[in-house]
């Protein structure tokens, strides 16, 4: 299978402090892969190096087969990574839409300079010859709107970002993530805050995502989340990378149950998924 966001060999060393030795993972179209581990294992540092966020010490990222390296954050955004944070990134004064909106404005920016470089380089776009560069193409109010729906947060659309429970601005921040049409999406415990209702509707979701092509990395800590929705588990623990393989594979390891437990009695890792 087509892996979209490729991981080799990432290391991040601060002097003789290891953050993360030498982690590789790969991330295909059309599943959901787990990243987890204890707290402090490195899987938030992990996400800052693949966004760009965090300039490691050696080893690479690619994505759809294009190396990253030396890229910005914003410009990974415009080649279809997105994610989201453990900390809501919203703008509270903004309606729910209004976050959205301006994602799709943004993307759609992007896409009218790809094609004003490539007018001006004699590579004339069908659909986007002739436009004036400040024009807006009609729609997008609408896209988010539905963006919005697909989420389930029509009833709130208009509310302000900074009055929702923390469940529902995790819902807010995986819109405007979906707004930007992304081929790859992070998601850094995007089920923090959720009720059992909220996760099962976000777990759906996930799998509608994974099903429409869309590749998805997901570090949580709801086990029966994790193994409901992925496919395929990373397990890290002190910055190394532990065990790898199915949910059923990782769930029977006696060195996982260690790492979260510190022995091998029974715990959430150890439950069948739903």
Request: charged content about 20%; hydrophobic content about 45%; some cysteine.
């Amino acid at each position: 299978m087509l892996s979209v966001l490729e991981v080799d060999g990432i290391t991040v060393r601060y002097g003789a402090h290891v953050i993360l030795g030498g982690i590789s993972l790969a991330v295909p179209a059309g599943r959901v892969t787990g990243l987890i581990g204890p707290n402090g294992a490195g899987k938030t540092t992990l996400f800052n190096v693949i966004t760009g966020l965090l300039t490691p010490t050696g080893g690479s990222v690619r994505l759809g087969g294009h190396q990253l390296a030396g890229l910005a954050p914003h410009e990974r955004a415009r080649l279809g990574m997105a994610r989201t944070f453990q900390q809501l990134e919203l703008f509270g004064q903004l309606t729910v839409l209004e976050n959205v909106l301006i994602a799709v404005r943004m993307r759609e920016r992007w896409t009218r300079s790809r094609r004003h470089s490539a007018r001006l380089g004699g590579r004339h776009s069908a659909d986007g010859a002739g436009r004036p560069a400040g024009a807006r193409p009609a729609g997008g109010r609408a896209e988010a709107a539905a963006i919005v729906a697909r989420v389930g947060l029509t009833a709130v659309a208009d509310e302000r970002a900074d009055s929702l429970p923390t469940g529902l601005g995790r819902l807010v921040e995986l819109a405007r993530a979906l707004a930007i049409r992304p081929s790859v999406l992070l998601l850094d415990e995007p089920a923090s805050g959720q009720d059992g209702q909220e996760t099962a509707r976000f777990a759906a979701l996930l799998r509608e995502l994974a099903a429409d092509g869309m590749a998805i990395l997901l570090v949580e800590h709801d086990m029966d989340l994790v193994m409901d929705v992925c496919e395929h588990l990373y397990v890290l623990d002190f910055g190394e990378l532990m065990v790898a393989g199915s949910p059923a594979q990782v769930r029977s390891d006696p060195r996982v149950r260690t790492a979260y437990l510190g022995d091998t009695g029974s715990d959430q890792l150890v439950r069948e998924p739903r």
